[in-house]
């Protein structure tokens, strides 16, 4: 960026930096989400809940259908490149 653009552009500087915010919070937000180890928790204290008897199997394959389904997600985002 040359001095000229660089002074033409200066009014636009807040906005860039509020999108340059905006953008760091939603990478943080997304690698919070797709972090796979609370999900690797879950499907273990949700083992444990089966074996202490707090849940019954019926329970235990729906919740852990659903952790699966998610972890599988979170595998596929992080194979794909990014754009």
Do not use: F
């Amino acid at each position: 960026m040359g001095l000229l653009t660089g002074i033409l552009t200066l009014p636009l500087a807040p906005v860039r930096a509020t999108l340059w915010a905006a953008e760091q919070l939603r990478y943080a937000a997304e690698a919070e989400y797709y972090d796979p180890a609370p999900v690797r928790r879950a499907l273990t204290e949700l083992e444990r809940a089966l074996l202490e008897g707090r849940i019954d199997e019926d329970e235990y394959d729906r919740r852990e259908d659903e952790l699966l389904d998610q972890l599988d997600e979170i595998t596929a985002r992080r194979r794909a490149p990014r754009p």
